[in-house]
Nanobody
């Protein structure tokens, strides 16, 4: 069974940093485009944050996080990361990992990890 398991969330002060990890299992990670989304408190939809291709080339970012967040991946570890710097209270949300397999086009979501930015 395909699983995406996020970790690394928690409480951070404004201006601080966190690194999220998402470990994938039971599918060919190196054939998947990986993305990060978040869902803020009281919001119905998930907001796209960042995407990275199967080879790690040409990551793309939402304007809201460009310059502060960095997405990366390690195909040998079946893991995608989201480095978050200079975090602000508006970054408070549940953060989700998403996978789209390039060949089967199947998509998968992780269960999410809570990130709270507060002093």
């Amino acid at each position: 069974q395909v699983q995406l398991v996020e970790s690394g969330g928690g409480l951070v002060q404004p201006g601080g940093s966190l690194r999220l990890s998402c470990v994938a299992s039971a599918f060919t990670f190196s054939s998947a485009v990986m993305s990060w989304y978040r869902q803020g408190p009281g919001k119905e939809e998930r907001e796209f944050l960042a995407r990275i291709t199967s080879t790690g080339a040409s990551p793309t970012y939402a304007d809201s996080v460009k310059g502060r967040f960095t997405v990366s991946r390690d195909n040998a570890k079946n893991t995608v990361y989201l480095q978050m710097n200079n975090m602000q209270p508006e970054d408070t949300a549940v953060y989700f990992c998403h996978a789209r397999h390039m060949i089967t086009t199947n998509t998968y979501w992780g269960q999410g990890t809570q990130v709270t930015v507060s002093s």
